[in-house]
């Protein structure tokens, strides 16, 4: 996956020499290292093809030099021995993965080129070019990527994380459309294609009329299949919006299981001496048995994952593991059926996603969201690599017609079946599938390496003409990743597709698509008409009622709301946190988690999080907060406090709004820090009677509104230890009502609202009700702050009940 | 069903020109309306006590308010009315008809902001055409399940939508103002990018399936 780098620009000469230099280096990096530690031990690689020649020169040649020669002489200790055979495969796995990723690296330091072409393009170029240096330097044929290596370990890592960012609700509701393009859409490609050639071979003149039917329909099943790999490299730097982009995303993943079960069926057809009807249906059976069966499996799989993780809290550390074992464990039961593998890591990662996250702990959402995409980047560059390399072989059979005839058709059914898929389909269809929309699903039709793997698992006595179809599978891959990935990022500015707008999710939003879900459910019900929201809701109760108990720990599943609320507010606090500033609030997010009545045992996993966090800050603790000691949580201020740091976090998360939508006036949005001197006390004015402390203005008790005031009549111009970057909030907490305030900075500015101590009212008023507004909270753990360079004023015991003195 | 007075075919063409439904889609919403007023010509409020599957919406009231609501019958005043004929009925459904684009601009960008109007007056519940914070937060209260969540996290979740409206409306004004609640005009703004007028539209069938499902 590409990966956005904000790399430095290159400029200038030296870098550029540099830059070439470090290229060359790449290429030959590999290419000398091995021969020359083959050389000193003999084995073939274990990339070769099992049916390439192997290298037989290195044979016989077997250097040890610690082997025992003859038996008359000791050999001498030697000092210093070489001992290539003991490493090598690692040896060389990890050499591809080093030069993959260095490619990588090498791209995004060389901006200007990537704009242009897709990093997929530079890949295969540079493969090309390691696969030619190494066929020109040894004179044997590079090593190809077997098919195994491809599907069983490079594919997944691509698939699963797919699967596990899918966005769900987009993909369910277009699941009808997407299934449509993927299983019609591929059946119509392979007969049209495969029709068509066969029509052509039959022509005498192309000297290809060897070929019989049933070969040409293997042939066409392979061809016809679009490519996630090269699909997911392509548009996922055009940014088309949504909905094209799960369009035809969706359709390159499902229609695999057309593709194996129309390939598998083919394949032993053509093995058959003779064919009987029966067969015709055990084939069509077969294409119901791997799709239906591959998505059960997914299921299962994905069910047992997320059930496991309902006990893993006190082995946080693997939770992780249990997501990807389960998930490739999915992969692999599938492929064993021969079942769609694709469509199992799919069903299993989307079914899991749900409830281990929910299960899990943070670090382990992160370590499996980084893990997933480095797997994935890595995987995806090693193939296209692969695919480079592979191309320089010995193998090829040109024959212009094939080739082009093939290129031709393939284009030609392509267009052919987007227009008139999308003609039926759009009858069916409330959002249109546009013209444009069309061309980009049908110019976006790649392929990739899985039919590039496909081609090469076919059995040579059955296909004699195999070299034929490697060269022509090879010639449309590079035609569609090189030409139309390249352009399309020009179509698609000229042609002014709508782009996808990539703008943070906000709380209001979720808010407004959960009632409006319920409004349309509601109104569909009063009309009593079925529709397909029926089936979403009636999913939804089941996944709440009966999956959601099983496979989640804890009491009830969360909603979709609050957790996107406490997503939100961790995001914020750990920016926060990293950005060095103000951290109190990163707690809250745990303080949120925990219904502040009931105390629960934080687990030290969570409380050394904590810690980092506040460790990493360097904020100035207000010396009269109160530390909060969350193992302690004295009741009546529960509450209260809970507020205070959920409105602290709003204060953050307007400037993350602000900055985002750009309407910062100057000033720094981001935290504040809290004023350094102790007693930076702001003295309590004469407020309103109930509330602990006013910004100033008046406060409007009968409408709950949020008042964004400037501060400079605040109070806190008058504090004279104030510093000036101030910011206020103030809870003004009624005996019953709680309203919400912000206030400004005096400079005028709109800076992040920042909790600021309330303090107690005047004396006059009831001491309890005065320091259970006290809201702020510092959330330290039990024991001291390492970073205890304020100055110390906690005479109090209680840390949460602070006056003011 | 209970004896069913029938529309006559001048009614039906009435209706038919009001609201843009078809004949045959209002003979099968008159059919459902007698069904859920055991025959009545005119619904009440407990009359969507007969729509089963209603009972598990969370936002049952404010579903069955809309469609007692005057706003959207068309009356001027924003009181509620107590007892709904067929025709309130489907005024009420024609705001989730569904709008070909082949119709001109305006009047595309009519319904539209028509429908987003209904929506907003389900969430303002007095009628004073502001979303309010308090609003927000009965809101979110019935939106999430009471087992899960406290009065806290819900009107804390409201505390920062009003935030985020207030920075996305707010944004270029003045910090000196009170932001008193969402007008319409913020929440076109707000709804600008979700599309959901895109989405509010039910499909009424040509042909009565009410037999062959279940209730």
Known sequence: MTMGGGSPRITGKPCRTSLRVYFILLACFPNVFMPAAAAASGNSTTFSNPETVSSGQHQDSNHYYGSTTSASQDERLSVFSLNYYHVQVPFEITLWIVLASLAKVGFHLFHKLSTYVPESCLLIIIGLLVGGIIFGAEVRSPPVMSTDVFFLYLLPPIILDAGYFMPGRLFFENIGTILWYAVIGTIWNIAGISLSLYGICQIQVFQLSDITLLQILVFGSLISAVDPVAVLAVFEEIHVNEQLHILVFGESLLNDAVTVALYHSFKELCQMRTIIAVDIFAAIAQFFVVSIGGVVVGIIYGFVAAFTTRFTQNVRIIEPLFVFLFSYLSYLTAEMFHMSGIMALIACSMSMKRYVEENISMKSSTTIKYFMKMWSSVSETLIFIFLGVSTVTEKHEWNWAFVCFTLLFCLLWRALGVLVLTWIINKFRKLLVTRKDQFIIAYGGLRGAICFSLVFLLPSHVFPRKNLFITATIVIIFFTVFIQGMTIRPLVAFLEVKKSNQQRPTVGEEIHIRLFDHVLAGVVDVCGQWSHHNLRDKARKFDRSYLAKLLIRGKEPKNSIVALYKKLELKHAIEMAESGELSKVSSSASLLGKIPKEVQNISSDELKNMKEILAKSLYRIRQRAPSYNRHSLPRETAENQVKEILIRRHGSLRDSMRSTTRARKSGAVKSRPFPQSQSARIPSRAPKRNTAFTVGEDINSETESLQLRNLSQSIIGSGSRQSPNRMEWTNEVKAEDSRSNSGRDEGGRRQALMPRVRFSQPESQDCESGRNRQGFVEIAPADQIEEDTHEEDHEIDDPLLRKPK | ?215
Not at chain 2, 46 to 75: C, H, Q, W
Not at chain 2, 140 to 163: G, P, W, Y
């Open chain 2, 1 to 215: 069903m209970g004896a069913s007075p029938s529309l006559s075919a001048r009614e039906i063409r009435n209706l038919a020109d009001s609201t843009s439904f078809s004949s045959e889609q209002i003979e099968i919403l008159h059919r459902r309306f007698l069904h859920l007023t055991d025959g009545k010509t005119t619904m009440s409020r407990n009359s969507f006590d007969n729509v089963p599957d209603l009972d598990t919406n969370p936002i049952k009231s404010r579903i069955v308010n809309a469609f007692f609501d005057g706003r959207n019958l068309g009356l001027r005043s924003k009181e509620r009315v107590d007892e709904i004929t067929f025709e309130n009925f489907l005024t009420t459904l024609s705001f989730f008809q569904h709008v070909e684009d082949t119709h001109p601009k305006e009047d595309l960008e009519f319904c539209k902001v028509e429908k987003l109007k209904f929506l907003f007056r389900m969430y303002d519940t007095n009628g004073d055409g502001k979303i309010t914070l308090e609003e927000l937060r009965e809101i979110v209260d019935e939106l999430l399940s009471k087992k899960t969540t406290t009065d806290l996290t819900s009107s804390s979740i409201a505390d920062a939508a009003m935030l985020e409206a207030a920075n996305i409306c707010m944004g270029q004004t003045e910090t000196d103002e009170q932001y008193d609640g969402i007008t319409f005009t913020d929440f076109l703004q707000i709804m600008r990018d979700l599309k959901i007028e895109s989405k509010m539209h039910v499909r009424f069938l040509q042909m009565d399936t009410t037999a062959m499902c279940t209730q």
